[in-house]
């Protein structure tokens, strides 16, 4: 576009901001208060089966081998860069690029696992202040396995060895909602470096190639030189209730849960609480009165604090609002580059990871039981943490807009 | 926050647009929290949709807080929400100008320039070009003319800078329908400018 014209298509864009204000007074941004949606109580009959063991089947996926994470040899210190981690006397450091305008030197290993997640967890901070979140990144940083390029042994560890060897075998057994599919534009197909070739060879994405992903782009308005990794799942957790109610019409419906082992901070009265579930670790982070999720997320450790929670464990009954959040973002397209070293702009392609999750948490069938004289309520913005049983971390979000407290 | 604050925040967020500009008038700071209690979630989402960043947003949306505290009085605009959000956009616009940043957040805000630019002649004359205030008179024109599913859907995207897919979510539509309205609204406003001498 030339100058001239950049200076007419400003000069439209000024003029809308100046029109009539009738014509506003009933518009409002499209997808404003995104991911929360409340279910109406008729629906509950047919959702109380989706009990999915989110973090076995996950697992299954993303993670195949079994307790190939540790989290007990996660560092305390979370290093500057989640791709910048320093092992054993030496240190890789990524972000300096080859001529393929990929990292030369990754380092993505079994403890920088936990900074990794930490890191990519602050991120969540950001964005819009309005909007609920929800991303795995167990995801991200499989797909950042992928863009890493030559996953050797000297580079990757023993666990996304084995997670790039199990995912080769195309397992992916009981979950068709969580799919991977790794959209090749042309413009990618010449330019791509031989390491990332074998890599597509090696991993058991869906590949859409040529006019199908050209088609595909178009369709997402994404821009047609995006190679693009493209994760989705849609994840439904029942906890067992105690009791249900409605608040009435256009009100939020909410649940309460007993056996909850809670951690107080005494400090800013920051609540964790962990939740009973069969397979696998989900933790609610209920901030303390006047601190925020995101003063939470900004200190950057948000799964690394989960077995470092202050005070006795104690356990109550916790009452929440039934949730839904759905949430899509190009991690590459946003802050992740600065984070790992990782550009968007190859040569003739630029590259993205692309999450879209939705999370869903809802009681099962309520028990008849009277409802505890005290107990937790989560009635304003809260974290949520989901962990598989060996600690790898499948979902992390901020719910910012639960029920307000019936009055 | 306590039940106190939280009564006290709901009613202040209950104020009609009038009451809040009697505020202004009276030069009583509650002016300015009951904009940010009944508008500020409307600001910073419109900042958002064009930055995509949250510090940018955080500016914007406090300047406009400054300038409507400037402006209220003499001035008493007669649509207060739209009047605040002019003042965002503007200044998220020009944030972004700025910044030279508009292929970021996910390319949403260049692609809607680029959308935009298919309204410009393809041989474009300056010396015919009208003035920003009559320009944004023949798109009120227009729009003032249309159903208002069509005015809804063309704020929401060009207004707004909202995404395609959550458009069509809202409408019940499909993003391919909800392109193809809107690339024949903008095929028939460049028809409108044209007939008064804008471009060709």
Redesign the interface.
Known sequence: MTDDRKEQVNRLMDSLSGIDGDLLQDVEPAGRRPGLSWRGWTSLAAGFVLLLVTGFVIRQFLWPGAGSYDQASAPEAVPPSVLEYEEEGSREVSGTKSQDGLPESVCLTEDALLPFADQTASLLGGGDPAADRVYSPAGLYQALLFYSGDPGEDQVDRAGRESLDRLATGENPGLPSFTSSLILPPTAADNLPPSLIENVDALPYQILEGAEAADQLREWNLPPDRLLIQQSADLSLGLTALQALDEGPGGPPYFTVAGVTIHRDGEDGTLLAEFPLEDGRLFLILPGRGVTPEDLLGRGDLFSSLDQAPGRPEETAVRLPQFKLADEQDWLADDLPELSGFGVDQEGYSTGIRQRMTFEVQPNPALSATCPATLIDFDRPFLFVLLDEGGLPLLAGVVRSPYNKPH | ??GGDQDRVTAIGDRTDEGILDLYFERSEEAIEATMVKYG??L???S??IL???ED?EECVNDTYLAAWKKIPPER???F???L??IV??AS?DKL?AKKREK????QIA?I?EE??E??ASD?D?VR?VE??E??RL??DY??RQP?RR??IF??R??????????A??EGTT??AVKVLLYRMRGELKEELRKEGYGD
């Not at chain 2, 970021?104 to 390319?107: I, N």
């Open positions: 926050m306590e979630a409307l910073r989402s419109l958002w949709n995509k960043d949250r947003v605009p007669r649509y929400k739209a009047y959000c002019k956009r503007n616009l100008r970021r957040g996910g390319g692609l320039f935009m630019e309204l410009l474009s300056p070009m920003t205030a320009l944004s798109i009120s729009l003032r208002d005015r809804i704020l929401k060009y207004y707004y800078a909202s995404p395609l897919r959550e458009i979510r809202e993003e391919g």
